[in-house]
């Protein structure tokens, strides 16, 4: 078998040509795609609550659908990332976690215009905290003097994920 330096130099030279070609195309491509690419993550705007006759309701408002969640009994609310404990009068304590969801935008402007840390005098419910926005979870504790029994429900059009903690009936 006889080897044409000639004919392995042209191969060489299409084929980086080819290269060059294709990384030239996509480069246009990949630099738009970051643009047309928009985060589609819930966004948490607000958290507020209400006393009825037989139950307090938490709800906690979104653009974009509700993520899934959970609502889970804990012995203490700390602050995501720090650990630190929440300063909120109570005995009991909710941990109500969204996740995927932030409460912030793409660009990192804050979008969550509820309470941070609230005391609140209802039947039950005696405050309510944001207790953290990192890393695709946004968190928030409520605190009851009493062991909450509760349900969970979601309500759309506007989208917001409901918590209502029963009490006997005070009307």
């Known amino acids: 078998m006889r080897h044409h330096p000639h004919r392995r130099?042209?191969?060489a030279l299409a084929t980086g040509a080819l290269l060059t070609a294709g990384l030239a195309l996509a480069a246009p491509a990949s630099?738009?795609?970051p643009a047309?690419?928009?985060?589609?993550?819930?966004l948490v705007v607000n958290a507020?609550?209400?006393?009825?006759c037989t139950y307090d309701r938490i709800?906690?408002?979104?653009?974009?659908?509700?993520?899934?969640?959970t609502v889970t009994p804990v012995s203490q609310l700390?602050?995501?990332g720090s650990g630190k404990p929440v300063p909120l009068p109570g005995k009991y304590f909710l941990e109500i976690r969204l996740h995927p969801a932030a409460g912030h935008d793409d660009a990192g402007n804050n979008v969550y215009q509820g309470p941070k840390l609230q005391q609140i005098g209802l039947s039950k419910l005696k405050g309510i905290a944001l207790t953290g926005d990192y890393e695709g979870y946004v968190t928030f504790g409520a605190a009851f003097d009493t062991q909450p029994a509760y349900s969970t429900s979601v309500?759309?059009?506007?989208?917001r994920l409901v918590v209502d903690v029963a009490h006997p009936n005070t009307c």
Do not use: C, K, M, N
């Not at 309500?155 to 989208?159: K, M, S, T, V």
């Open 9 to 11: 130099r042209i191969v």
């Open 31 to 33: 630099a738009a795609a």
């Open 36 to 42: 047309a690419v928009r985060s589609t993550t819930p």
């Open 48 to 52: 507020r609550w209400g006393g009825h």
């Open 59 to 69: 709800v906690i408002d979104l653009q974009g659908s509700v993520p899934p969640f």
């Open 78 to 80: 700390v602050y995501d």
């Open 155 to 159: 309500l759309h059009a506007p989208e």
